[in-house]
């Protein structure tokens, strides 16, 4: 087992920064591929970005790229995904999860991952 608890969320206007963390307890966060996921109102939940184990290896959905940047800190079992040039549409519940068998082309399923974080909310104004 492991726990994820998100941190950071907020309000921000349009073209602001935030940084959510993602603090992990249980079993060892360095097996674990870690992921970023965000939820609207009415929508899906979409994919936002993913590091692997070593954290040498980053992805990110197509509507964060060059915008957001996920790290992590194994010696701190967290993860971080720093958010800049946030726009109205990044407004969203924003999820961690974590996988012990997800492998980089399946990144962006969902399903794929064994924890989830209860997440932390993220408005951007105008």
């Known amino acids: 087992q492991v726990q994820l608890v998100e941190s950071g969320g907020g309000l921000v206007q349009a073209g602001g920064s935030l940084r959510l963390s993602c603090a992990a307890s249980?079993?060892?966060?360095?097996?674990?591929?870690m992921g970023w996921f965000r939820q609207a109102p009415g929508k899906e939940r979409e994919f936002v970005a993913a590091?692997?184990?070593?954290?040498?290896?980053?992805f990110y959905g197509d509507s964060v790229k060059g915008r957001f940047t996920i790290s992590r800190d194994n010696a701190k079992n967290t993860v971080y995904l720093q958010m800049n040039s946030l726009k109205l549409e990044d407004t969203a519940d924003y999820y961690c999860?974590?996988?012990?068998?997800?492998?980089?082309?399946?990144?962006?399923?969902?399903?794929?991952?064994?924890?989830w974080g209860q997440g932390t909310q993220v408005t951007v104004s105008s």
């Open positions: 999860a974590a996988s012990l068998t997800v492998r980089s082309t399946g990144v962006q399923v969902a399903s794929l991952y064994d924890y």
């Open positions: 249980g079993r060892t966060f360095s097996g674990f591929l």
């Open positions: 590091i692997s184990r070593s954290g040498g290896s980053t």
